[in-house]
């Protein structure tokens, strides 16, 4: 029986994959080079370029590399393959090119044998003249790339650790993604609700806040300088920030711990990236509608395909239509649009451009009356007077040209635009003698400009035995944010009676009468190298930072506030790839985050710094369609910044340490049952603080034990074909109410449920609908958290309904 590795979904650019096995009937003399074959195509031989990594070793395990790499399934007799060796291959090239090289030497030959089949057979040894004509394997191209979608569940590569088409089990580092599928099953609604099976990130430390996107890793916030878009940094203001719309994404790319090398300026725990939506070069049309409790009412599309019949330019359009509430009378409505355009002049250069629009009203006090340290469930605020209104705009490209066989050049660009204004009502103190009290209102108005730039420059190239992907790049962040303020007394807005609420309140909308300004240059010079020596994967990074913050008010036109920092951070990594599947690995990052605070002096903090020490073993079977990650890491921030209470200025508060274990795991355990596995262990300590009371406590709202699982099964054929259901269950410890440790929030688990059909895999006729019904918070759940002072609450639970069609 031929040993095949699975066939999986059809990609986007299977056209472009099959132009690159080389569609032609071939015959090969004895004596020929089976890889000298491609000269005869060399336009074949380059479209669908990547970046292969594959050792030298067994022909078997080497075989199955790199069809998780090419996006290639390839069967043959066991007998073929046994017991011969592989010489690997290393570089960036066209699969048809890669198949051969790998084969070379080997005993082995391929050639094209009609449709997506190939021919694959041992060579018979030479004895003169003449031909042999090699019987046919089955060659299906996948669709993953590390820059675009993953098959399934199971992510084999990601971009986000290294810039480039890396696979992720010969990536030294920590990284999870989500998948597009994923996010379908669970039908997110927001990023937190995205990355909650993630190992490592928490959300949700203040409560339900559709504002912002609440996610730490590891212990360490990332709403702002973790915030990243097709690996270009999003940027915040003070107030202000971008938001996302998840069904404009194909996935998302989580990295563990420091990344400064690579992306400059951020925060210890890591970073997310949103993929967008990319053009595809099959057509793709899709529609869909949704309905839920709290009056939710969306409705969505997808389009894209070629333009014309060469394929050289493909697009994309995903929009979003949403009027909905969430739970208290919380605003939850949204208008997005998303066009893209992708042109390939030739096989070796490419430019994508990318836009969107996003229109969003939600409220900007969503906080809960606190009353005896617990918060009760009314609203200080009215849905009927509060509003924050956003828009924002996003434009940009990315541009790729292979010069050589040697470098490739990209540069990345994105400019982005939000305009924001929001308004609420705020407690002024309760009224002596009653339940009631006086309210105050807040005006606020925020804007945002962007521009990201990264420039960079490939190399792949050997030194002897050891091969080399080198990455060379210059960038640059400049954003610049305003915050305007101004307020009004409680004289003119209606009391609230906290056990008897009244909504409807109306009142004038106060005046700005403060405003504050930002700015933000950061130029940054990295270079990487990653090297493959047999099974010996090893990685070095550096990195020179200049970053300049100034502040201003701009009603006075006065400085407040300037600084300029200079930082070197580093990588490094060591990772051994076993022909079980297993590659245990090492590595060291560091980080840092510059500050414009002041002391209490007058002078300005010096940058928040940080590092990891990390160690793991990464499991990917041979054949299987699975990924397991166990790390163990230790990673520490100095110098954090926090506000000294009573005064305008700003402190550093020490060190903190994080110790922790994770282990998480991705599979497609049977045809139509996928499975989330995560689990977290994190032991975090202050271990240097300007305050006594908090050394050797747990940092507020840091749980020790964070676990997940999702289960979904589909049933694949009979009569129940298409029917299927998933569950989830999400537990996070107690946590500490304070870094002082005195009072503690207390664990809560919570129950996700789904059930879904795909009516097209019974009858004909309903080809392309998809049914489903997901429940999150199933029991709803309503525990509170407190967190330095303040006690919020959760969202409930939310149930939505949608239908799909697809043609």
Not at 285 to 299: C, F, I, P, S, T
Not at 509 to 527: E, F, H, L, W
Not at 776 to 797: E, P, T
Request: charged share 20%; net charge positive.
């Amino acid at each position: 029986m031929p040993r095949q590795v699975p066939r999986s979904r059809r990609p986007a650019s299977l056209r472009a994959y099959l132009m690159a096995a080389g569609m032609t009937s071939i015959t090969l003399a004895p004596t020929q080079s089976l890889w000298a074959q491609d000269a005869t195509s060399s336009a074949a031989s380059t479209v669908a370029l990547r970046d292969y990594a594959v050792p030298a070793g067994p022909l078997d395990a080497a075989i199955v590399r790199f069809a998780q790499q090419s996006g290639l399934t390839i069967s043959a007799e066991a007998a073929v393959t046994a017991g011969r060796r592989s010489l690997g291959v290393q570089g960036r090239l066209g699969a048809r090119q890669a198949l051969d090289r790998l084969l070379q030497g080997s005993g082995v030959g391929a050639v094209p044998a009609g449709g997506s089949a190939f021919t694959l057979r041992a060579l018979p040894p030479i004895q003169g003249g003449g031909t042999t004509t090699l019987e046919p394997v089955t060659v299906v191209a996948r669709s993953e790339s590390a820059f675009g979608p993953a098959d399934g569940y199971v992510a084999t590569q990601s971009a986000v650790a290294t810039k480039t088409d890396t696979p992720i089990l010969e990536t030294a580092r920590s990284i999870s993604v989500v998948t597009r599928d994923q996010l379908t099953a669970r039908n997110v609604q927001s990023i937190p609700e995205a990355v909650r099976y993630t190992a490592g990130v928490t959300t949700g430390a203040f409560g339900f806040d559709p504002r912002f996107d609440q996610i730490y890793i590891r212990g360490f916030a990332v709403n702002t300088t973790g915030d990243y878009r097709d690996g270009l940094r999003q940027g915040a203001g003070s107030y202000t920030y971008f938001n996302t719309e998840p069904y404009g994404l194909e996935r998302i790319d989580v990295i563990k711990g420091p990344a400064s090398v690579l992306y400059g300026q951020g925060t210890p725990g890591g970073l997310i990236n949103r993929v967008s939506k990319m053009p595809t070069d099959t057509p793709l049309r899709e529609v869909e509608v949704q309905g839920g409790n709290h009056d939710r009412y969306q409705g969505a599309f997808d389009v894209g395909g070629p333009l014309g019949d060469s394929g050289e330019v493909t697009y994309r359009v995903t929009g979003l239509a949403r009027d909905a509430k969430a739970i208290r009378d919380i605003e939850d409505d949204r208008l997005f649009l998303a066009p893209a355009m992708t042109w390939r002049p030739s096989a070796k250069t490419e430019l994508t451009v990318l836009a969107q629009v996003q229109k969003d009203e939600t409220d900007s006090n969503v906080g809960l009356f606190n009353r005896d340290g617990r918060a009760t469930h009314t609203r200080v605020s009215d849905g009927d007077y509060d509003y924050q209104k956003q828009t924002q705009y996003q434009v940009g490209y990315r541009l790729s040209h292979q010069a050589n066989d040697t470098w490739t050049f990209r540069q990345n660009a994105r400019y982005g635009l939000v305009n924001q204004k929001a308004r609420y009502l705020t407690s002024a103190g309760v009224i002596p003698g009653t339940s009631s009290i006086n309210r105050s209102a807040v005006a606020l108005r925020g804007e945002l400009d962007t521009f990201v730039i990264d420039n960079q420059a490939q190399a792949n190239f050997a030194t002897g035995a050891v091969s080399h992907k080198t990455l060379m790049g210059v960038d640059y962040q400049w954003i610049q944010s305003s915050l305007g303020q101004g307020t009004l007394p409680a004289r003119f807005y209606p009391t609230l009676d906290i056990d008897n609420p009244v909504i409807g309140a109306s009142g004038p909308t106060p005046d700005i009468t403060s405003k504050s300004g930002t700015r933000i240059r950061q130029t940054g010079v990295y270079a990487s190298d990653q090297m493959a020596l047999d099974r010996w994967r090893f990685s070095l990074g550096a990195r020179f930072d200049n970053a300049q913050r100034d502040q201003r008010n701009l009603l006075s036109g006065v400085a407040t506030g300037r600084q300029t920092d200079n930082a070197m951070t580093y990588q490094a990594g060591a990772l051994y790839l076993f022909d079980n599947g297993l590659a245990p690995y090492v590595s060291y990052s560091t980080s840092f985050n510059p500050t414009t605070a002041m002391d209490i002096n007058g002078s300005a903090l010096d940058p928040t710094r940080g590092q990891q020490v990390e160690a793991g073993v990464k499991f990917q079977p041979q054949g299987a369609r699975s990924f397991v990650t166990l790390s163990t890491y230790q990673l520490t921030e100095r110098d954090a910044v926090r506000a000294i209470p009573g005064t305008t200025a700003s402190e550093a508060v020490g060190k903190l340490r994080s110790r922790g274990i994770e282990i998480e795991g991705t599979a497609n355990l049977t045809s139509g049952l996928d499975l989330l596995v995560a689990y977290n262990y994190n032991r975090a300590k202050i271990v240097g603080s300007n305050s006594a009371a908090e050394l050797g406590k747990t940092p507020a709202v840091t749980p020790r034990h964070v676990a997940s699982a999702w289960l979904d099964y589909t049933q694949p054929t009979g009569m129940l074909a298409g029917l299927g259901a998933g569950a989830g269950v999400r537990y996070t410890s107690d946590t500490f109410t304070t870094s002082g440790n005195i009072a503690r929030n207390p664990s809560n688990t919570f129950i996700d449920a789904a059930i879904h059909y795909d009516l097209g895999r019974n009858s004909a006729q309903f080809k392309g609908w998809r049914v489903a019904l997901n429940a999150q918070n199933l029991f709803d759940r309503d525990d509170q958290v407190c967190n330095a002072g303040f006690c919020y609450r959760g969202q409930g639970r939310t149930v939505i309904g949608s239908l799909r069609y697809r043609w």
